[in-house]
């Protein structure tokens, strides 16, 4: 990384989710029902779902990353989020965004997820 292309210190590296909006709470739930096929836990607690930002528009943007670049289901992953959250009412378009920055860690799974792995 270049030091032009590193982020200014103290900005966030996750941006922050639209957790006001109204339909967040739908898109998080219907992001739970997509699952890594190798791992008996939803994308959402696994910590895969990084950004959901929803404008006034009621257009959602997914930012999410894999476990690992190599994930063998990276190229359909986001197809699957998007098919889940597309039908929700009220929501008028959904894109969904891959990043590998920051990389995923076990830190960001949810206690529930650690719980079910047997990491706690």
Do not use: K
Request: proline residues 10%; contains cysteine; glycine residues 8%.
């Amino acid at each position: 990384m270049t030091e032009a292309s590193l982020p200014l210190e103290g900005t966030p590296l996750i941006a922050p989710s639209s957790t006001d909006h109204p339909l967040y709470e739908s898109v998080v739930e219907a992001c739970r029902t997509v699952y890594d096929p190798e791992i008996p836990v939803n994308i959402y607690d696994l910590g895969l779902i990084y950004t959901i930002d929803i404008n006034d528009q009621n257009e959602a943007r997914i930012t999410m990353t894999l476990t690992a670049p190599g994930c063998p289901v990276a190229g359909e992953m986001p197809g699957w989020v998007s098919d889940a959250v597309g039908p929700i009412a009220g929501l008028q378009d959904v894109q969904v965004e891959l990043t590998w920055e920051p990389p995923w860690g076990m830190d960001l799974m949810s206690d529930e997820a650690r719980l079910e792995l047997g990491f706690m």
